[in-house]
């Protein structure tokens, strides 16, 4: 990069594509890559490897960003599709280090850019940069990448490796947000009968019966489920495919009035508006992975039309 070429520019000549991906600076510091093709079109931020937007062609955003959303170092912004790795939740053995890990607030780099031949939706790939900060909350040898394939579904591929000596153990979710017209409507299928986690008041097991309604705030890890969920939404008449593979359990999340209150960067009635339907490996599901070994948690997202 040159002297007088700004970051998003040395970006653009060597991975933006015309017409299709180009870089750009949100706010001082924070580079966000916006994809446009025939299919969809989605904004991605190289802080977390944080999508932030997908929108297929025809359909409201079904990545769900808060209106209130802040572009800041170091902190997630509030929607799209945080990375929590290498651990979900408070970390067990010190609760004083970030929730949901480091990397969701962390620089990546771009490895690659392209169109998908055949499908004609655009790939993203991006790495996580290990500092001597996160080397000493995660000192494992280890890699990470995400692989985004934008498109009319939109995919999205972690994968983890181990380049040490020694096997490590981790936990791990992509965190999306998902936007619905009206969360008192929106029903979640594809839980039926599997035990989760509750989360909310003090930390109860129980096993879910029929599909998930909601009317309060609602925090659950679903254990032990490869299933794909579908996001009832009959406000916006569609139906939002949840599939995945490489995860075992379902994070389900929906702050309600109160919490988002407290948050304070969902908007005026914002909660209404999102739920998190999280892929993860979480709670009981773990992941253990031996030295050169790799593991890859990958989710398809569509939408359909609902009955």
């Not at 929108?55 to 572009?71: D, L």
């Not at 962390?106 to 993203?124: F, K």
């Not at 009317?215 to 008449?237: F, K, M, N, W």
Request: net charge negative; charged share 25%.
């Amino acid at each position: 990069m040159s002297m007088d070429q700004t970051e998003a520019e040395a970006l653009n000549a060597q991975f933006g594509i015309e017409d299709q991906v180009s870089f750009r600076e949100q706010s001082p510091g924070f580079i966000v890559i916006d994809i446009a093709n025939a299919q969809a079109t989605a904004a991605l931020a190289l802080q977390g490897a944080q999508l932030l937007t997908w929108t297929p062609a025809g359909q409201p955003a079904v990545v769900w960003q808060s209106p209130e959303a802040r572009f800041v170092d170091g902190k997630s912004v509030r929607g799209g599709v945080p990375v929590c790795w290498p651990w979900f939740g408070a970390r067990p053995d010190d609760a004083t280090l970030p929730a949901h890990g480091f990397v969701r607030t962390a620089r990546w780099e771009v490895i690659r850019t392209a169109t998908l031949a055949g499908s004609g939706a655009t790939r993203v790939e991006l790495r996580f940069l290990h500092s001597d900060a996160t080397r000493r909350m995660w000192p494992h040898r280890s890699e990470l990448e995400l692989h985004v394939d934008i498109g009319s579904t939109l995919e999205m591929e972690l994968i983890s490796r181990n380049t040490g000596a020694e096997a490590f153990t981790m936990t791990q979710a992509l965190h999306t947000y998902f936007a619905v017209g009206d969360i008192r409507q929106t029903r979640v299928t594809g839980l039926d009968g599997c035990d989760y986690l509750d989360k909310v008041g003090e930390e109860q097991r129980r096993r879910q019966q029929g599909p998930v309604t909601f009317s309060g705030e609602t925090d659950r890890i679903y254990v032990d489920t490869d299933a794909d969920c579908l996001i009832e939404d009959p406000h916006l008449q569609r139906r939002i495919r949840v599939s995945k593979r490489g995860s075992h359990s379902t994070v389900v999340w929906n702050p309600w009035i109160e919490k988002a209150d407290r948050l304070g960067d969902l908007g005026e009635d914002g909660y209404l508006h999102m739920v998190c339907v999280e892929s993860a490996n979480a709670a009981d599901d773990r992941v253990t992975l031996e030295p050169g070994n790799e593991y890859h948690l990958a989710v398809r997202y569509s939408v359909e039309a609902l009955d």
